[in-house]
């Protein structure tokens, strides 16, 4: 069992990278090694007691850059690190090594976070010079190791460009694509089958699974939301820059000369991306790569759907059970960006019977979505009635007391930070309940 004695917890990868770094006497790059070898292990202290957390915990076999890292430190000192599957009042699950172990809540003093590893992937990438390729070498095996293979890749053609003879880099290539096509067809790319029965829930063994978005959809929901003035980590190919090069050859913003073809080979993928856009060429949008998360969907994921939705919304006596008409979310997964996407979909294009959008992007604290999750006394939209057991009382719960609630705020940011005009993404989506929900396609994107 991989037991954490030190003051940070350092990856075996980042301690090599943190070591080679002081062997070689870079005192700059050394404390840029420190730094980041600080921020990627140091652990963010949420509390001495354990919290039971509503509805479903975390999942264990969420995809890896989703998954927690968490230390539990025990009352006799003894410290753990792994991946946190699930915490309740009774005990907290770890898997380390690969294996499920289970630590009892009353013999544990503290559990913490780690940073999310897409934080201190970014932290170590900044600390790297560009053409050191032995540590960007040690950081393309730390990402591997993490199973993150987009990243991974991107990181050891970049090595590639830099030293086209490294024997290594076309090992690890080789390596890591290899890797890469295993976990792809071990997933299937399949969504598994939801459990026959919840102790809320009618039992229902013949219920589908509930339909979410592929990588591709996902992919290109995230090339329409990229701020240009703050663009995520992203990636496109040669055989792209060539295809647009030339099937947009008499635009203005395609060079004419050989010289000024060949550099866009070389352009940051950003202003590559904003060629495209001003081209409107559509269809190679999905042949962008984007690594990170754009900032808003970023805002999404944490501060709305992992904030309040997951949790009050899309629980199984609400939204996300067998009762919840028109309006349904996905729940398995919540940390993937399956879920978290699809929900985002559903938002996105749901209206009410009287045909108003869910999110009102032009006034966004008057959008239903908020106001139906006010106290009915405060709200603008009192939301409906939720039936308790046999048709008796009203279960349901607000999520803010008023729009003066921090994640009422939140989420205002959320939607501010969203790309305008609102694109209409050209995804073909239905999700499950008595009626689907189709895109409106009267509108087109003003500009994407």
Request: a neutral charge; aromatic letters at 6%; hydrophobic letters at 35%.
């Amino acid at each position: 069992m991989d037991r954490w004695n030190g003051p940070t917890e350092v990856g075996p990868w980042e301690r090599i990278m943190v070591q080679t770094t002081r062997k070689r006497g870079a005192s700059r790059i050394a404390a840029g090694f420190w730094a980041f070898a600080a921020a990627a292990g140091l652990a963010i202290a949420l509390g001495t007691s354990i919290q039971p957390q509503p509805e479903e915990p975390p999942p264990s076999q969420a995809p890896a850059d989703e998954e927690v890292e968490a230390v539990v430190t025990l009352r006799d000192g003894q410290r753990y690190t792994g991946i946190l599957v699930s915490r309740d009042d009774k005990k907290i699950i770890l898997k380390i090594a690969g294996i499920n172990t289970t630590l009892k809540a009353n013999q544990v003093d503290r559990l913490q976070m780690l940073p999310p590893i897409n934080e201190r992937y970014r932290q170590m990438r900044a600390a790297i010079e560009d053409k050191d390729v032995e540590r960007l070498l040690l950081l393309v095996e730390w990402l591997r190791s993490k199973a993150q293979w987009d990243s991974a890749l991107l990181e050891v053609n970049h090595v590639l460009e830099v030293q086209a003879d490294s024997g290594e880099a076309l090992r690890l290539k080789d390596l890591i694509a290899a890797q890469k096509e295993l976990a792809n067809k071990a997933g299937g790319g399949k969504r598994p089958p939801p459990p026959k029965h919840k102790p809320d829930e009618a039992d229902n063994p013949e219920a589908p699974a509930f339909p979410l978005l592929s990588d591709h959809d996902i992919n290109l929901i995230k090339v329409f939301e990229v701020s240009l003035t703050d663009p995520p980590r992203m990636y496109i190919d040669r055989d792209t820059i060539k295809a647009m090069i030339e099937q947009h050859a008499g635009d203005p913003l395609i060079p004419a000369s050989p010289e000024g073809r060949d550099a866009l080979y070389r352009a940051n993928p950003a202003k590559l991306l904003d060629m495209m856009f001003k081209m409107q060429a559509r269809n190679l949008y999905d042949r962008v790569k984007v690594i990170d998360q754009p900032r808003s969907m970023k805002l999404f994921r944490e501060k709305v759907h992992r904030g309040w939705l997951q949790n009050s919304c899309a629980t199984s006596r609400c939204h996300g059970g067998p009762d919840a008409g028109r309006f349904m979310l996905a729940t398995d997964k919540p940390g993937s960006d399956a879920t978290v996407y699809t929900n985002f979909l559903i938002l996105e294009r749901f209206k009410l019977r009287d045909g108003k959008p869910l999110i009102n992007y032009e006034e966004p604290a008057k959008s239903p979505l908020l106001q139906m999750a006010i106290q009915n006394e405060r709200s603008l939209l009192k939301h409906p009635e939720v039936p308790g057991e046999q048709g008796r009382g009203n279960i349901y719960r607000p999520v803010f007391r008023s729009d003066e609630d921090a994640r009422f705020a939140d989420a205002i940011e959320w939607m501010k930070a969203m790309y305008r005009p609102r694109p209409v993404y050209p995804i073909e989506y239905t999700p499950p309940g008595p009626k689907g929900i189709e895109p409106d396609r009267k509108a087109e994107p003003a500009v994407r």
